[in-house]
């Protein structure tokens, strides 16, 4: 039998040359072959074939193989993007490769280095020494780098758009307008305006991933890439989304995800702000009312299209009613469509859009009025009716009539809710009475007194009338069973 101390013997010794082949790897990997020093080294020889004036040979003579970086605690940024892009502001290596390059544009003249850095503007993890590191996305690290063309939406952080020469930041400006000839403010808020169906967004560049869903996602799982995801088809990167597709291009897509990605409040000491920005800050404090046509545009349009007819919405799986239908705007009063904009229709998709709401200035909620009623008659039609009501026969013809569509109660049907309290708040008898009479053209809404064949009397009309306002006491059933008769005389409500 051998002896078994010099098996352990000769194992001790192979562990021991693995762990010193393993370190002396590791040292010639970390200072000869890290990626850095490797693009050092072939940006040394790219400044010994360009040093062939005074200016290039001191430049070389200069240059030293060593980790470089721009420190700039106001911006908590500790960028080393520069140990590998060392040719960024040298204007003669316009013709290398990547990273040796100068930067494109001119950009760096009025943003220098040493005082901005790069992740400001770019993203990506300052600190890395390694392309795949400062990259970022696939570690875990909040701001991945933008895709170069992307990199427009930080420049917002410092500069009021609208101040920025268009040029420099194309997609930023096309979102900009996107984002109005879509009607996205009919469910977003932004900027303290806009509708309640989805978040509001005022820092949606600020999100991270782990704030969005990414299990639909394909990689990589960044916040840009889930953006243009997103707008090229909500439904696939949210289940059961209720955002609308907006249906774009994929170069749509790119300008309303840049959009989104520059909605970020940063905080940024004010020496780094451009002027304007600052005086931007103090300009949104008084906006200057929109038309009531661009309100339409802006923040209705999503929901009820063009408004002349009813439109069926998929999503919402119910009709959106044609508010500059004619049926409506000859029937209905200012004072109407004023309560059902500023208070909305609370439990259906129909947002409130007063002040502390929607955040509609009371002018723009009156211009928007005379938008839905143009051409509507000054005085609108009423009918009256004085006959005396019996809500309990309405009931019934409510139930045969009317329910399929309203909803029990009036309520959570595929039409407009009847017995929404501010519906019955706004609506008065004539008008209730009035579109049941000749119901609305262009909708699914019929008449129930047609000429050659009424399906309703006056008598039945007002007993419906008189269930109906038992909706608004919201006594429910109860108030039916004490027999509340109504009656409608003309003029008002009882
Ligand atoms: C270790 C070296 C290294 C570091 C550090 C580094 N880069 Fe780069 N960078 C590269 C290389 C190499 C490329 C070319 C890669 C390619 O084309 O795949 C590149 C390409 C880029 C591009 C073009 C990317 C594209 O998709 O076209 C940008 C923008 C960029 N870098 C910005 C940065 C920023 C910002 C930082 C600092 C956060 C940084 N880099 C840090 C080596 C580096
Ligand atoms: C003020 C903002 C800003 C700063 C600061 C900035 N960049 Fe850029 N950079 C941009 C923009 C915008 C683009 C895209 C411009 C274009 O394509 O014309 C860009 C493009 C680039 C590209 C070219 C990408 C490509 O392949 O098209 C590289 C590389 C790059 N930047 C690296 C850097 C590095 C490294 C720094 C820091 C030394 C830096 N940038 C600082 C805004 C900035
Ligand atoms: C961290 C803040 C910051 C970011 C981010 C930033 N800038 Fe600037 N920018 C400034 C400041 C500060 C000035 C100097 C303003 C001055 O001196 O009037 C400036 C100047 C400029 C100027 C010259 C304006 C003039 O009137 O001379 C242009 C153009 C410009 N920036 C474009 C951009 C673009 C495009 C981006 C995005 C790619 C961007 N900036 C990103 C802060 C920033
Ligand atoms: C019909 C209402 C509706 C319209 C119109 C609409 N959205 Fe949305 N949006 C939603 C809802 C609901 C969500 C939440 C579900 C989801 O993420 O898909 C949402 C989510 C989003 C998100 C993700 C927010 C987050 O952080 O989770 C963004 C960004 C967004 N919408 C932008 C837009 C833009 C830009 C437009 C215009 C092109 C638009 N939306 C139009 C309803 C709408
Ligand atoms: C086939 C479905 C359907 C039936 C049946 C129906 N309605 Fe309607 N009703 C609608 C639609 C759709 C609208 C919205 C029309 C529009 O776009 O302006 C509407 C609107 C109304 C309005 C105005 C609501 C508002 O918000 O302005 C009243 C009041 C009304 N219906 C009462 C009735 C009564 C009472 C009955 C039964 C006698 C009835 N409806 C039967 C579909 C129907
Ligand atoms: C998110 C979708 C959505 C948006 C945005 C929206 N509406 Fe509506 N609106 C509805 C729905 C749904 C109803 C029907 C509510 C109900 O069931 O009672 C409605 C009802 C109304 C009514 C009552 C109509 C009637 O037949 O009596 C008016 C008036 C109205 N909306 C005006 C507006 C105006 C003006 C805007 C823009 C400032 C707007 N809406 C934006 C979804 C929307």
Redesign the pocket.
């Known amino acids: 039998m051998k002896d078994p101390s010099r098996i352990y013997r000769c194992l001790l010794l192979v562990a021991s040359l693995v762990t010193v082949g393993y370190l002396v790897g590791a040292a010639v990997h970390e200072n000869y072959l890290a990626q850095w020093k490797v693009v050092q080294h072939q940006y040394q020889d790219i400044l010994r074939q360009k040093a062939t004036d005074d200016r290039g040979r001191e430049l070389l003579a200069k240059f030293r193989v060593e980790m470089k970086q721009a420190s700039i605690p106001a911006l908590g940024a500790v960028d080393r993007c520069v140990t590998c892009h060392n040719g960024i502001d040298d204007p003669r290596m316009t013709d290398v490769e990547q990273p040796h390059r100068t930067h494109p544009g001119h950009i760096l003249d009025k943003h220098p280095v040493d005082r901005f850095g790069c992740t400001v503007c770019h993203h990506g993890q300052g600190a890395a020494l390694t392309f795949r590191e400062a990259k970022a996305d696939d570690v875990f690290w909040d701001y991945p780098l933008l895709p170069p063309e992307m990199t427009e939406a930080t420049c917002v952080t410092c500069h009021d758009a609208e101040k920025l020469p268009p040029d420099q930041i194309p997609l930023l400006t096309a979102g900009m307008k996107l984002y109005q000839q879509k009607?996205c403010?009919?469910?977003h808020k932004l900027g303290g305006r806009g509708?309640?169906?989805g978040p509001a967004l005022d820092n949606e560049g600020a999100k991270t991933k782990h704030q969005l869903i990414m299990t639909s996602l394909r990689p990589p799982h960044t916040t840009w890439n889930w953006q243009l995801a997103h707008f090229r088809d909500p439904g696939g990167v949210v289940p059961d989304s209720q955002m609308r597709n907006p249906t774009v291009t994929q170069r749509e897509a790119l300008a309303l995800a840049v959009y989104m990605l520059s909605q970020w409040k940063r905080d940024i000491p004010e020496s780094y702000l451009a002027p304007d920005k600052i005086e931007q800050k103090y300009r949104a404090l008084h906006p200057t009312p929109l038309t009531g046509e661009q309100?339409?545009q802006q923040?209705?349009?999503?929901?009820?299209g063009n408004g002349s007819y009813?439109r069926w919405?998929k999503k919402?799986k119910?009709?959106?009613?044609?508010?500059r239908?004619v049926s409506?705007v000859s029937t209905?009063t200012r004072e109407?469509?004023q309560a059902?904009?500023e208070q909305?229709?609370p439990?259906?998709?129909?947002?409130a859009?007063g002040p502390h709401a929607?955040g509609?200035l009371p002018d723009?909620?009156t211009g928007?009025?005379e938008?839905?009623r143009a051409g509507a008659p000054t005085a609108p039609a009423m009918t009256a009716l004085t006959l005396r009501g019996d809500p309990s026969h309405g009931l019934s013809l409510f139930l045969r009539n009317c329910a399929g569509c309203h909803g029990m109660n009036g309520?959570g049907?595929l039409?407009?809710?009847?017995g929404?309290p501010?519906?019955q708040r706004?609506?008065t008898d004539e008008f209730i009475i009035g579109?049941i009479r000749n119901g609305?053209v262009g909708t699914a809404m019929p008449a129930f007194q047609r000429p050659e064949a009424p399906t309703l009397g006056d008598q039945d009309i007002a007993d419906v009338l008189a269930y109906l306002r038992t909706l608004g006491e919201q006594k429910g059933r109860n108030a039916i069973a004490q027999n509340v008769t109504l009656s409608a005389p003309p003029g008002g409500r009882p």
Not at 299 to 304: L, V, W
Not at 415 to 418: L, Q, S
């Open positions: 009607s403010g009919s469910c509708g309640a169906l309100v339409y923040y209705c349009n999503a929901c009820h009813s919405d919402f119910r009709f959106v009613p044609a508010i239908g409506l209905a109407y469509l059902n904009i909305g229709r439990g259906t998709q129909m947002p859009w929607g509609l723009e909620i928007v009025i938008y839905l309520r049907g039409a407009p809710e009847i929404n501010v519906f706004a609506a579109t609305r």
